[in-house]
């Protein structure tokens, strides 16, 4: 999609009606549509290039990645009280299990838990955008 504002709102759409699809349960689908809506955001606001947003489920987690053509990763910032902006990172903190960037900056990524108790953590050498711990 093309950096605009107006893609924010389709990514939080197209999520929720794939998220429906995978039959996720609404609680997780709102998290990761705020998540979403935040990536998005980010990747629009701060990076460069078209954005692209990709989706993976199993039975342990959901991946969110967004991706865009900045080489400049996405960080946490601190936000003061009178600030509009700035708390995005963190509430994508609070709501994942992880969160971190890929690809040399270019993606950042989420991972929600699906089921109350985690399977156990898989060391593995796949690519950083394959992050399993």
């Given at each position: 999609?093309?950096?605009?504002?107006?893609?924010?709102?389709?990514?939080?759409?197209?999520?929720?009606?794939?998220?429906?699809?995978?039959s996720?349960?609404?609680?997780?689908?709102?998290?990761?549509?705020?998540?979403?809506?935040?990536?998005?955001?980010?990747?629009?606001?701060?990076?460069?290039?078209?954005?692209?947003?990709?989706?993976?489920?199993?039975?342990?987690?959901?991946?969110?990645?967004?991706?865009?053509?900045?080489?400049?990763?996405?960080?946490?910032?601190?936000?003061?009280?009178?600030?509009?902006?700035?708390?995005?990172?963190?509430?994508?903190?609070?709501?994942?299990?992880?969160?971190?960037?890929?690809?040399?900056?270019?993606?950042?990524?989420?991972?929600?838990?699906?089921?109350?108790?985690?399977?156990?953590?898989?060391?593995?050498?796949?690519?950083?955008?394959?992050p399993?711990?």
């Amino acid at each position: 999609m093309e950096p605009a504002g107006v893609h924010v709102a389709q990514a939080r759409r197209t999520t929720v009606t794939v998220l429906s699809q995978w039959s996720v349960p609404d609680a997780l689908a709102e998290d990761a549509r705020l998540v979403v809506s935040e990536l998005v955001s980010n990747a629009i606001t701060h990076g460069s290039g078209d954005v692209r947003l990709r989706l993976w489920h199993d039975n342990y987690e959901l991946r969110i990645w967004v991706t865009d053509d900045s080489a400049a990763p996405a960080r946490r910032r601190r936000a003061g009280a009178s600030d509009r902006g700035g708390r995005g990172l963190h509430l994508v903190a609070r709501l994942s299990l992880r969160w971190g960037t890929a690809d040399d900056g270019r993606t950042t990524y989420a991972v929600i838990p699906t089921l109350t108790e985690a399977p156990p953590c898989r060391r593995t050498t796949r690519s950083s955008l394959d992050p399993t711990c």
